[in-house]
């Protein structure tokens, strides 16, 4: 979904979310008129630190909600090349392991 305006990535964000709009703006912390704001096109920018909410509350990277690009790490890269050539069953188990994990440190 690059390319695409703010409105239309919040607006992608709370369809993914399955939340009315009242429900994600207190989520956040914002008031649903805020929401409804961003959701029509009126406002073009938004503060890194709700964008960082965003990511944190519903794994959107923060870069993509604030400007609709991705900033790929190098070793994002590399770590997506490397996960492109396992087969469906290890990419499963590898799956299992990381909640595993995540879970473990309080991340999930």
């Given amino acids: 979904m690059e390319n695409t305006t703010l409105d239309e990535r919040i607006r992608h964000i709370i369809a993914e979310t399955g939340l009315k709009k009242a429900a994600f703006a207190r989520s956040l912390g914002v008031t649903p008129n805020y929401i409804y704001v961003l959701c029509g096109g009126r406002v073009k920018n938004i503060s890194p630190s709700l964008a960082m909410l965003i990511e944190q509350k519903y794994g959107f990277p923060a870069d993509w909600v604030a400007t609709g690009e991705t900033q790929t790490s190098e070793a994002a ?29 309080g991340k999930k």
């Fill in 77 to 105: 890269r590399e770590l997506s090349d490397r996960l492109r050539g396992l087969d469906d069953k290890t990419l499963k188990a590898l799956n299992r392991f990381l909640d595993r994990k995540l879970r473990a440190i």
